[in-house]
């Protein structure tokens, strides 16, 4: 490979000539930006265990009251990229978020797309664009960009979910704002209703309101997910993949535009090689438990662990237990890459 000239290499006159002009010279970084055959991402394998994050989680709850922190969260930030950059890939923010009964996490609107993954607890809801979705376990709850939202807790136990937004991108695009709004009015009716048949939807004809809306469906109830992975097993090779993909009911696409969302179940003993990608993956337990492995690094995941790794690696999951499935839930950047043109898999 042709060796390109440093930085060093020219005089010091020169240098501050360009530095006075805003000026760089792009052969000395040029490697940096286009390395050869492979990206070399900042992004690091990295696992957040549940059982040490939730202490820590609910310790918050006591030092710092919700009209404190508006939104109680600890950030799970890989080191790759320094944890002051609070996120979890290029384009994947990751948040710990608590609400304690009766706290109300105010309403505003942002331009950062983000979803919900119940953890665990009942009887928190998010009121999106007036819908109230009630938030249970392995529930995926929508807040898209621009869309109002708020969280209420009329139940009597500590509620945590998982915060997943592409904050990242829309914040280094200088696109990254909020806004605060009044608490609000709850219609009647919800999406995840409207939507439960799996292969039909409403006719739009006869829809007076919702149809066509940019997110008809804003809550993806677990008990109708598992379902679908269950039956999907059913019907699968034994060692086959069972994943199915978060849509839009109406149009088939990913439910929303930059980040996408998957649920995926490991047979009991099962070992699973995904296809090395470009996008960056994270991988968050819903059941049971899994086994992530990452070229020579071995992440042993419990229920509510999660996991981030870079592209362009190789990924193994392994179900330990021999009697029970385990459930994962999976966001990834690839509607991003296929947007770009730039998703990429690789032998």
């Not at 760089?24 to 040029?30: A, E, G, K």
């Not at 942002?110 to 607890?121: K, L």
């Not at 097993?233 to 994943?243: H, Y």
């Amino acid at each position: 490979m042709l060796e390109l000239g440093r930085l060093e290499d020219l005089p010091a006159d020169y240098r501050a000539a360009l530095t006075a002009h805003n000026l760089v010279p792009l052969w000395p970084s040029l490697r940096a930006l286009l390395p050869p055959d492979a990206p070399r991402p900042a992004t690091q394998a990295t696992h957040w265990s549940y059982e040490t994050l939730r202490p820590l989680l609910l310790r918050a709850g006591d030092l710092t009251p919700i009209e404190k922190a508006e939104r109680r969260v600890l950030v799970l930030a890989n080191p790759g990229h320094g944890l002051e950059r609070m996120q979890a890939s290029a384009a994947i923010y990751l948040g710990m978020q608590l609400l304690l009964p009766g706290e109300w996490a105010p309403a505003h609107r942002h331009t950062p797309n983000a979803v919900r993954m119940i953890v665990e607890g009942d009887g928190a809801y998010t009121t999106v664009d007036g819908e109230k979705c009630p938030m249970e376990r392995g529930d995926l709850v929508l807040t898209p960009t621009g869309l109002w939202h708020e969280h209420g807790h009329d139940g009597d136990q500590p509620v945590v979910w998982l915060d997943v937004l592409d904050l990242p991108l829309v914040h280094y695009l200088e696109a990254s704002y909020h806004v605060d709004g009044p608490r609000q009015a709850v219609h009647p009716g919800r999406t995840d209703q409207r939507y439960a048949g799996a292969g039909v939807v409403p006719s739009p004809m006869f829809q007076r309101d919702g149809a066509g809306r940019p997110y008809p469906v804003l809550r993806y109830p677990w008990s109708r997910t598992r379902a679908a992975l269950e039956a999907l097993a059913a019907a699968q090779p034994a060692d086959g993949a069972v994943q199915v993909t978060y849509v839009n009911p109406e149009t088939g696409a990913d439910v929303q535009n930059i980040l996408g969302y998957h649920a995926l179940m490991l047979r009991p003993n099962q070992q699973l090689t995904l296809p090395r990608r470009s996008p960056a993956t994270v991988f968050h337990v819903i059941d049971g438990a899994a086994e992530l492995s990452v070229g020579d690094r071995l992440h042993a995941m419990q229920m509510a662990d999660t996991s981030a790794v870079p592209g362009f690696c190789r990924v193994t999951l392994r179900n330990p237990s021999d009697r029970t499935p385990a459930f994962l839930f999976v966001a990834d950047e690839s509607p991003l890459h296929r947007k770009l043109g730039i998703y990429e898999t690789r032998d």
